[in-house]
């Protein structure tokens, strides 16, 4: 059996997933990326490669992608994030439905694709100017909140009132907003929410610049945030499907590109 490796080498996270000859997911593997993505990834790599008692022979063709994609030299092949993206969410949600539109929001950034019928890439959008929307500013949030980032969501459904306005753009006057708003004596709960739904605004805004069509996947850490999925959910007004494990969309889709590519170069 021939095994292939996706290597998603992101701002703040490496994730790598294993496939067989059939497409199948057989172990994923995150780390953070830290300040060396090459050494990072490699022992991030050979971990997972222990762990699931394979040696480095049995992979048989590694695709990397990512944000530091071009720094994993013994990769075979390496390709746009985007592509990857769509290539893995397809297959993760292939029992959910026809995934057209997907919402990826990362550690540095957040991204709107679309698909054609087919699954091909026809259009995206991305936010990269700004922390504020992404995995970053979550972290930032809890952190200022005095709270684990994975509290965020059960904080959520306990906001009793109309979702508080965190209006800003930047993160760092919306920090400052979040610090006026403690000062003013409304709950975490309330800001918690109001932070939730001042990023769902964002992402529908970047979602409709790409167009909504069909079924919505949503991937990357934050969407393990339930209290974020459902503020998105709100405002786009229809149900999302979020992954088992939304983290690994993209090196999971680099390593089935790994499978085809190898059966091309091979036949």
Do not use: W
């Not at 997933?17 to 300040?35: F, H, Q, R």
């Not at 957040?110 to 970053?136: P, Q």
């Not at 309330?190 to 805004?205: E, L, Q, T």
């Amino acid at each position: 059996m021939k095994y292939f490796a996706g290597i998603d080498i992101g701002s703040t996270a490496i994730k790598i997933s294993i496939v067989d000859e059939n497409k199948n997911l057989i172990g994923s593997k995150i780390s953070a990326s830290g300040s060396m993505f090459y050494k990072y990834a490699q022992e991030t790599l050979d971990a997972l490669i222990n762990e699931l008692e394979l040696n480095n022979n049995d992979i048989a063709y590694i695709v990397a992608t990512g944000y530091g994609r071009k720094l994993y030299k013994e990769a075979d092949e390496n390709i746009s994030e985007i592509t990857a993206n769509a290539i893995g969410a397809r297959a993760a949600a292939s029992d959910f439905g026809e995934i057209k539109t997907i919402i990826n929001i990362g550690g540095q950034d957040s991204k709107a694709i679309s698909l054609d019928n087919e699954g091909n890439v026809v259009n995206f959008a991305m936010n990269d100017r700004c922390a504020a929307g992404t995995g970053k500013f979550l972290d930032v949030v809890a952190l200022k909140l005095e709270m684990d980032v994975n509290m965020l969501g059960e904080h959520h459904f306990r906001s009793k009132g109309t979702p508080l306005s965190v209006s800003s753009t930047c993160a760092v006057f919306a920090e400052s907003e979040i610090i006026g708003l403690l000062g003013n004596d409304h709950s975490i709960e309330d800001i918690v929410c109001g932070v939730h739904y001042s990023i769902a605004k964002r992402i529908v805004k970047l979602v409709k610049r790409v167009g909504i069509k069909g079924d919505i996947y949503f991937d990357g850490g934050p969407a393990l945030n339930s209290g974020l999925v459902n503020a998105i959910e709100n405002e786009l007004g229809q149900r999302i499907f979020v992954p088992k494990h939304p983290q690994i969309t993209t090196s999971f889709g680099a390593a089935i590109m790994g499978v085809d590519s190898y059966n091309y170069e091979n036949s």
